[in-house]
């Protein structure tokens, strides 16, 4: 670990002026994982901003019948909060396939969009990676991958991003309102994060200096259709090997609408809109689940040790796709997988 | 023995109180003034030299003191000495920060000293070592295989083939692949090394074997043996990776003597990457039976890995000659040098692993058979060590495999594979046979008895977290006679009566016995003082003929003619007695019996029909052990084995780089033990087991054995579950897939 300074920033504006002129500085709240990243080396900030004292840490309705997630709302009052469990149940049961009981008690809703990869390689500073050390060259390629893209990867990187949370708040449409020297604005939350491209060791699109400030839900519109699988290496405390998060607004016995977001794939929460289109109309059943599957996994590519992901991603594609239109989504406390 | 109020019974942990409180001291615990804080570098590289190490900038921080590397560390005979220690394998054991000579990734290249934690941290991320890199051989497939030209103590090479091959009518035939593992107790390794002078060194650390430690730093040193103490009280878990003594023990005490200052070095959990594990194998097993299921052949190949400059060894494939007769016998076994770490011996070293293709080999042959796994087993059963030719002490396995099987409910079982569902979930039920050695080792312990009626027992021993410290208090308690509370047990300390390693499941009935002994030995100390008595009750009375009770001496069969305690020391003008014990196992038993613990373990799995995804609903793992002094203690120890041995068959593998010769997966986040929420519905079964042959107290000891047998019985499950052999351990869900 090395030295830094710290400062505990008493406003946003404050926070955004202390972080903002140094591209090294960051900011800190539950630490969950800045601090590992520091003690292995990886992140090597010269200022630490702890922004745990600003008020960003509400739960509040919005004016259009939505919700409004404080940036240090933690991950565990998210999940448990009444609002959250009756009107985004998807969100609260992602939340609580992740991590454990105390680090979500840590982590908060703005650290989790930021959490950095788990590969094995960005881990371990004798190794190669572009992540880390941009032009340095990807050492998870060629290497061991069970953990890493089938999509969306480039040359430089096939790192995934780790987050359970993410890929419900990408299906739910969330937007991320951040702040900057240069005012507030909105992300949606499907151009939040970036994919690795020439540059991985961007991860999101947030500017030097910008600070989540909250995360909206728009208002809900798929009642007890959704649900969130996620299948790993044992049945708590691993990150995803694939997550899915599915949700279905049903009428008349057909699709309205559909939102399909997977994790555990991608630099990024893996969403098509077109894929969600084309299953608006159909019946809920096995056939349209199939075609939704192979459409959102089109160009789906292994790197070897993570060639069984594209099979699993499609089997678990379907299970959602089913459990959400039946209505019976997969408990996070039962480990058992639901049919 | 001839009270049993204590032994047999449940008991709590008598050191639970100081752990769950935080009062038991480990070895990074210690309080010592002055103390340096050593943290340390590792190579980034499998194979080559150093070239160069940078230290400016870390040497510029304030608050470092020293760093140690290769070139710059003290110039004494000290290297020269022999780095070897009791459970050492054949080879040059390696030395910290020897030469520049890389043998594996992670090594210790550097060990930065400071006044403060914090900054030894920070100053060891600032030290830059460049290389001449070789590439490194990892790969346990590609690497030359060889007999190991000289056998490890303690480990007997497989025996000379009996029989020929034949053509037997029933074959089966597979390839099985176990990973590496890697213990990851709780606690990091840790040494706090403080000297007195240059000639006497205290060092807290953490290990099986304090004595080991000892004298290993004696040698190296060149010091009297009874001028270094090392101790530890408390081990949070070790699994076999404190057998040996680690680089953290030699390092802190070489500082601590090159600065004369006391010296602490802590291991991260990436460094425990660099203490070795359990190696990885590469195993063939042939069977070959009669249409009735009974063995003709038994084929067992086992190569295992180790590094370039030791041969470790274990015993994976003699199993297989003592399991089941066969006219023909052949158990080969090999190792691969590659570039890594000394493996160590992990918990049921070479059972574990071998056992595991044995017992799913075994499986596929009921399958083939069309015989009921536990009919094929009984069919087959040893009723004398087939290798040998020689009666078990004592061997209670067919019991065990009625006893689990009807725990289980093994009879309802549909032998079909996939023929048993549960809603959208494959059930599958697996049994396996688990064994391992009833070891029986020389230990020396001293029972002491204060006239307040307060006995304190001191051995070198550790506990290793597994109730050594409970099951020696009752055994003491009831052969003086006094309630658990009056009994002190003191180990894990250098200085007390010879022990060896804690390992191999032999404590609990050496160290036992020696405390049994010592405590007889005691009483026959006190009734000479009683019988010194004028007119003592006691006068005529012989050894056999008195018990210590409530603090009297009396007639067994005359409670009313006693001497008090008290009163016998006085005899003697004693404030205290005290006397030794040793347990020495008699050469002629080991000549004639053969001694193992076995068990039956019986496993349910349910596997996601679409998913593949596995939970193991129920384990059942009926043992057969002897005597079982604590039946608390001995299920805990049990419990932990059935989940290591979960771990083994689902989720634990240390996943490695060739290109880098590097583990890559060393943090406990990636590297998987079963979380709670793996761990389902665990029954043991007790076998009664009458031992009579290997030692006074009739006990076997059960560290080891809860987890042999376990990966087969449930990999076993798995395939009866979806049809899929999965013959490569852990068994993922890509394994499963593409059988789904």
Redesign the interface.
């Known amino acids: 670990?090395?030295?830094f300074d710290y400062v505990r920033a008493d406003s946003v504006d404050a926070a955004i002026r202390a972080a903002a002129g140094d591209p090294a500085a960051r900011y800190i709240a539950g630490g969950t994982n800045l601090v590992d990243l520091m003690k292995?080396?990886v992140e090597r900030p010269s200022l630490l901003v702890d922004i745990t004292q600003l008020p960003l840490r509400g739960i509040e309705e919005t004016s259009d019948g939505g919700l409004r997630l404080g940036a240090l709302a933690g991950n565990s009052e998210v999940a448990f909060d009444a609002r959250v469990r009756e009107r985004y149940p998807l969100l609260s049961s992602a939340i609580l396939a992740g991590a454990s009981q105390q680090l979500r008690n840590a982590a908060t809703t703005g650290g989790n969009l930021l959490q950095r990869t788990?590969c094995?390689?960005f881990?371990?500073v004798?190794?190669p990676c572009n992540k880390r050390e941009p032009g340095s060259g990807c050492?998870a390629i060629?290497?061991?991958t069970?953990?890493h893209a089938i999509l969306g990867a480039s040359d430089a990187c096939i790192a995934t991003h780790p987050s359970d949370m993410c890929v419900a708040l990408a299906a739910l449409d969330a937007t991320v309102r951040v702040a900057g020297r240069d005012g507030e604005r909105a992300i949606p939350f499907g151009e939040f994060h970036r994919l690795p491209g020439d540059a991985p060791e961007r991860d999101n699109n947030l500017e030097q200096g910008e600070i989540i400030l909250s995360v909206d839900l728009p208002p809900d519109r798929f009642g007890p259709h959704h649900t969130y699988i996620k299948?790993r290496?044992?049945?708590?405390?691993?990150?995803a090997?694939v997550s899915v998060a599915a949700a279905l607004r049903l009428e008349n016995g057909a699709i309205a609408e559909a939102r399909l977001a997977l994790g555990g794939v991608a630099h990024r929460p893996w969403r098509k809109p077109d894929v969600e289109a084309s299953l608006t109309g159909e019946k809920p059943g096995r056939a349209a689940f199939e075609r939704a599957a192979a459409e959102l996994l089109a160009g789906a590519r292994g790197q070897g040790d993570n060639?069984?992901k594209i099979?699993?991603a499609r089997?678990?594609i379907?299970?959602a796709l089913g459990q959400a239109a039946a209505g019976k989504p997969q408990s996070q406390s039962h480990?058992?997988?639901e049919? | 023995m001839p009270q049993t109020q204590h032994v047999g019974a449940e008991r709590d942990r008598v050191d639970g109180p100081a752990k769950v409180t935080g009062h038991a001291r480990y070895a990074a615990e210690f309080p010592v003034d002055g103390l340096l804080y050593g943290v340390i570098v590792t190579s980034s590289i499998a194979r080559g030299r150093i070239t160069a190490i940078d230290l400016d900038a870390a040497l510029a921080v304030p608050g470092v003191v020293q760093i140690f590397t290769h070139r710059r560390r003290p110039e004494s005979d000290w290297y020269k000495h022999d780095f070897s220690d009791d459970v050492a394998p054949p080879g040059q054991p390696f030395r910290a920060l020897y030469d520049d000579v890389v043998h594996f990734s992670g090594q210790p290249i550097a060990l930065v000293v400071a006044e403060e934690f914090g900054i030894a941290r920070h100053a060891a991320t600032l030290v830059k070592a460049t290389y001449q890199a070789a590439t490194p051989e990892t790969d346990l497939q590609t690497v030359a295989h060889y007999t190991p030209p000289k056998a490890r103590n303690g480990i007997a090479p497989p025996p000379a083939r009996r029989g020929k091959a034949g053509d037997a009518p029933l074959r089966v035939e597979g390839e099985f692949r176990t990973p590496f593992e890697y213990q990851n107790p709780m606690e990091l390794f840790a040494a706090t090394a403080v000297w007195d002078g240059d000639d006497k060194l205290t060092v807290y650390d953490k290990t099986q074997g304090v004595q080991n430690g000892q004298n290993q730093l004696a040698k190296i040193f060149g010091l009297k043996p009874d001028h270094v103490r090392v101790v530890s009280h408390y081990v949070g878990g070790a699994f076999g990776a404190g057998l040996r003594p680690q680089y953290s023990l030699f390092l802190s005490a070489m500082a601590a003597r090159a600065l004369e200052r006391p010296v602490r070095v802590v291991l991260t959990r990436d460094q425990m990457w660099s203490i070795g594990g359990r190696p990885a194998t590469i195993q063939h097993v042939r069977l070959g039976a009669g249409p009735d299921g009974k063995l003709q052949s038994i084929e067992h190949d086992a190569v295992g890995s180790t590094s370039r400059y030791e041969d470790q060894q274990e015993n994976i494939v003699n199993w297989s000659g003592l399991l089941y007769p066969a006219a023909t016998t052949s158990l080969g076994y090999k190792l691969g040098k590659l570039d890594l770490v000394t493996p160590n011996d992990m918990r049921a070293p070479g059972a574990a692993s071998g056992v595991f293709a044995l017992e799913c080999a075994m499986d596929e042959l009921a399958s083939e058979a069309g015989i009921d796994p536990v009919e094929l087993r009984l069919r087959n059963y040893a009723d004398r060590d087939p290798a040998e030719d020689k009666p078990f002490t004592s061997k209670e396995l067919r019991a065990a495999y009625r006893l689990g099987a009807e725990k289980f409910g093994w009879g309802e079982r549909n032998p079909a594979p996939r023929s048993m569902r549960d809603g959208h979930e494959l059930v599958g039920w697996g049994m396996a046979t688990g064994v391992w050695e009833a070891l029986y080792v020389p230990h020396t312990a001293r029972a002491t008895l204060t006239a307040d009626g307060k006995a304190t027992i001191a051995c070198a021993a550790s506990d290793i977290g597994t109730g050594t410290y409970t099951i020696l208090t009752q055994i003491a308690a009831d052969a003086l006679g006094l309630p658990m509370e009056d009994v002190t047990v003191c180990l894990g300390d250098s200085k007390l009566p010879t022990a060896p390693v804690e390992g191999g499941s032999w404590t609990a009935a050496s160290a036992g016995t020696a405390v049994h002994i010592a405590c007889s030995e005691l009483i026959g100390k006190l009734l000479e003082q009683a019988r010194r008595l004028n007119d003592s009750p006691l006068g005529a009375a012989g050894r056999d003929d008195v018990v210590l009770a409530a603090g009297r001496l009396q007639l067994r069969g005359d409670p009313a003619k006693f001497v008090t305690l008290g009163d016998a020391l006085r005899a003697g003008g004693l404030d205290h007695i005290d006397a030794e014990g040793s347990a020495k196992p008699d050469q002629s038993v080991a000549e004639k019996f053969t001694a193992n613990t076995h068990s039956a373990v019986f496993a349910e799995v349910k596997v996601d029909a679409e998913l593949g995804v596995v939970r193991v609903t129920r384990l059942v793992i009926a043992v057969a052990a002897g005597k079982i002094l604590n039946p608390k203690t001995a299920r805990s120890q049990l419990l932990g084995g059935a989940v290591f041995g979960l771990g083994m068959a689902l989720h634990e593998e240390s996943m490695l780089d060739h290109r880098f010769g590097r583990f890559m997966n060393r943090n406990l986040g990636e590297y998987h033990i079963p979380a709670h929420a793996d761990i389902h519905a665990i029954d043991i079964v007790f076998v009664p087991e009458q031992e009579d042959h290997l030692n006074p107290l009739g006990v076997k000891g059960v560290g080891e054995i809860g987890v042999v047998g376990t990966a087969a019985a449930i990999a076993n499950a798995v395939h009866h579950a979806t049809g899929v052999r999965v013959r490569e351990l852990p068994i993922t869900i890509d394994k499963l897939l593409p059988g789904l």
Do not use: V
């Open positions: 670990m090395n030295r292995y080396g788990r094995y390689y881990y371990d004798a190794t050492s060629g290497g061991r069970r953990i299948l290496d044992r049945l708590s405390y691993a990150f090997l060639d069984f099979d699993l089997r678990a379907i299970r480990k058992r997988l049919p």
